[in-house]
């Protein structure tokens, strides 16, 4: 063979080891970093377990909202039992209004937070004044705007609406 015909045959197993040394090396740097990972990193990325992921769903218009007639125990100071009623609150059942409500809309701090039920201030307050009918509409980890969507129309039928929430800053989005 002349050596122009050498130098053509040679041009494409050049060019096919060079793609191949690409290819292995990527192939080892993935391989690498994949071993690092799993030895260096196992807790990070594991699933915080909390009220959130534990006791709420999939919303398409607010993202997630806390499942209905569930019972779910959540622990982090202290462990406590979730009962969410049929409206997906956590709180007693709401039936036809009777007397007059008071409704408190809210993020985690309304909703109880590492607080059984019957400790929350709701509950307190519902003691104090036995001729209403307090409601806790609290949704952990809601901020303003959803505390404002009520799908159930418990709170317009409320005398009284109050929103209460956790102070923090650049969070909520309607400030």
């Not at 100071?77 to 609150?89: L, P, Y």
């Not at 607080?115 to 519902?126: A, G, H, M, W, Y």
Request: charged residues 25%; aromatic residues 10%.
């Amino acid at each position: 063979m002349s050596a122009a015909g050498q130098k053509g045959a040679s041009k494409p197993r050049r060019t096919l080891f060079l793609v191949g040394t690409v290819f292995l090396s990527l192939l080892l740097a993935f391989a690498s970093g994949e071993v690092l990972t799993r030895l260096l990193w196992k807790d990070p990325f594991a699933l915080k377990m909390d009220e959130r992921t534990l006791s709420y769903g999939y919303d398409r218009e607010l993202g997630w909202f806390p499942t209905a007639n569930g019972t779910h125990q959540f622990a982090d100071e202290r462990s406590i039992t979730i009962h969410n009623n049929a409206d997906g609150f956590r709180d007693v059942a709401h039936g036809v209004k009777s007397r007059k409500r008071i409704a408190f809309l809210g993020d985690s701090f309304v909703w109880g937070y590492d607080v059984e039920e019957n400790d929350r201030f709701t509950e307190k307050l519902q003691g104090r004044i036995p001729g209403w009918e307090v409601l806790n509409l609290g949704v952990s980890g809601y901020g303003r705007r959803e505390r404002l969507w009520d799908r159930s129309g418990i709170s317009a039928a409320s005398k009284v609406v109050r929103s209460l929430s956790t102070r923090r800053p650049g969070v909520d989005i309607l400030g």
